[in-house]
């Protein structure tokens, strides 16, 4: 059987609309809330984006070095060829006091797409950090998988999310915890804040906001709540 490789449709590269568009088009979309992700395999495959058949499964922004990690996944985009955007936003938050920390995911997920990845999974600490992320090629899967991985086993190994919360409640609408939720949207975790604004959109007339997980809100007791989005774009 032929080997299969789940994202290889998703790796095209940007037209030329994108290029003088700054890729509006690379969009986020919810994917699911888990509760275990970092027990979760990601599929190891090669970077299309790269050179020298490159085998990775992704890469962690973290939240005590984000400065190096964003920079350096600003370097992967440029050296890919895709410098407008990487020189974007460089100049765009350069020189800012702590804007690094306060990346959009929007942003994260569009400079993602173009390091060649197709999920971003993100939890946050408390409510005012700016979260830990995961951009990957593939979804959290129950078993690692390598390159050579069938469609069938694929298939078989992708997680489900196993929380039921919402990634993108009404502004200012959500709750974390169960006893508080009546009338509210159970969300995973805390609000995506940069620049401590939340993170909204329209969504056909009606005003949401999205969450990017915790880890024990509010109390250790709680489990934590990874935010995963897939990264999406329009063709």
Excluded: W
Excluded at 58 to 71: C, H, L, R
């Amino acid at each position: 059987m032929e080997p299969f490789t789940p994202a290889a449709s998703q790796f095209r590269k940007p037209t030329k609309y994108q290029l003088t568009n700054f890729y509006k088009d690379i969009g986020i979309e919810p994917y699911g809330c888990f509760s275990n992700l970092e027990e979760k395999f990601f599929l190891s495959q090669i970077n299309p984006y790269a050179k020298n058949n490159v085998y990775d499964s992704g890469i962690i922004i973290s939240e005590n070095n984000t400065d190096t990690d964003v920079k350096n996944l600003i370097a992967t985009v440029i050296n890919n060829g895709y410098d407008n955007y990487g020189f974007h936003i460089l100049n765009k938050y350069e020189g800012i006091p702590e804007a690094y920390q306060n990346i959009s995911i929007k942003e994260i997920a569009t400079l993602g797409k173009l390091a060649g990845y197709n999920y971003l999974s993100i939890y946050k600490i408390n409510l005012n950090t700016r979260g830990k992320i995961y951009l990957t090629y593939s979804p959290p899967l129950d078993r690692e998988l390598d390159f050579t991985v069938t469609q069938d086993q694929y298939n078989a190994a992708v997680s489900k999310p196993d929380l039921n919360y919402t990634l993108t409640p009404k502004v200012n609408n959500y709750t974390n915890e169960v006893e508080n939720a009546p009338g509210k949207e159970l969300s995973c975790g805390y609000p995506c804040l940069p620049f401590n604004k939340p993170m909204t959109f329209d969504d056909n007339g009606v005003e949401k906001q999205y969450m990017c997980g915790s880890v024990g809100f509010p109390t250790i007791k709680t489990q934590p709540r990874f935010s995963v989005y897939k990264i999406t774009e329009k063709i």
